[in-house]
């Protein structure tokens, strides 16, 4: 999840509220403790990210909230995936943002890296805004940079919690897509015209701009039809997902 928000948007990624979302707000603040998960339920929460055909190959990471990610699962295509639980665009931590995401070989050794030591900087004790200013400041020194070729992150998830419109507050929601790399793209490039509060607008592609330049994307939202055959087929991980944390249930009530 990431601060984005059509080119301008806070967080998420790109977490748009469509069907099947309702409304969530949590409390945040830098003492946010991450709730671990069970590592059998975060290996299948991250995989679902992929398209089931991909998934044998892919190496899973599992968050250990006393020491950052780490390998779960080796896997050989290059593709890496894992559960976003700490968005360094938001500069606040909170405890119930969950983001099923999978990157390229490109995308792992670059944006994909950036997100795990986010993880490993909360351990570290950095309050959401210090740890935002470092993040940054790696981008500007050279330690970060955008993938070298074209390539692409997976988010076909049936289910994943992010800020999302119209209030720009957490929800939890279904919402696959993929983002294409695209760093310093704008819509204006493309001649895009997405309007969050028309979500059929949202279904042509468009760029995202998730917390600065080089973390530009083109979105691609999956069709009405294959969304619901996604939920469909994958039952039992939402309902695991739902018994393990209420704010993971997709019909879940408004939280505070």
């Known amino acids: 999840m ?3 928000g059509i080119e ?3 967080c998420g990624a790109l977490a748009m509220l469509i069907a099947l979302s309702t409304t969530a ?4 603040n830098d003492d946010a403790r991450v709730k671990p998960m069970p590592d059998a339920l975060e290996i299948r929460f991250a995989l679902s990210a992929l398209p089931p055909a991909l998934r044998d190959d892919a190496t899973v990471y599992v968050l250990d909230p006393a020491q950052g990610y780490r390998v779960a699962r080796k896997g050989a295509s290059g593709v890496e995936c894992l559960v976003e639980r700490t968005p360094w665009e938001m500069g606040e931590l909170r405890d119930d943002v969950y983001v099923p995401l999978c990157y390229d070989a490109a995308g792992a050794s670059t944006l994909l ?3 795990r030591d986010a993880a490993e900087l909360r351990v570290h004790g950095m309050s959401g805004a210090a740890l935002k200013a470092e993040i940054e400041k790696r981008w500007k020194d050279g330690t970060y940079h955008a993938p070298g070729k074209a390539g692409l992150s997976y ?3 049936p289910l994943m919690r992010a800020v999302g419109p119209p209030d720009l507050h957490v929800h939890t929601m ?3 897509h993929l983002m294409f790399y695209a760093p310093g793209l704008t819509n204006a490039d493309i001649g895009a015209k997405p309007n969050l509060a028309d979500p059929e607008s949202l279904m042509s592609p468009f760029v995202d701009r998730q917390g600065n330049d080089a973390q530009s994307y083109i979105i691609q939202m999956i069709g009405e039809a294959e ?3 996604i939920v469909s087929t994958q039952q039992d991980l939402l309902r695991d997902l739902c018994a393990h944390e209420t704010v993971l249930c997709l019909d879940h009530a408004t939280h505070h």
């Open 2 to 4: 990431d601060t984005f």
């Open 8 to 10: 301008k948007i806070c």
């Open 25 to 28: 707000i949590a409390a945040t």
């Open 113 to 115: 890296k950036v997100k």
């Open 155 to 157: 988010m076909v998830a």
């Open 174 to 176: 279904t919402m696959p």
């Open 227 to 229: 969304k619901a055959k």
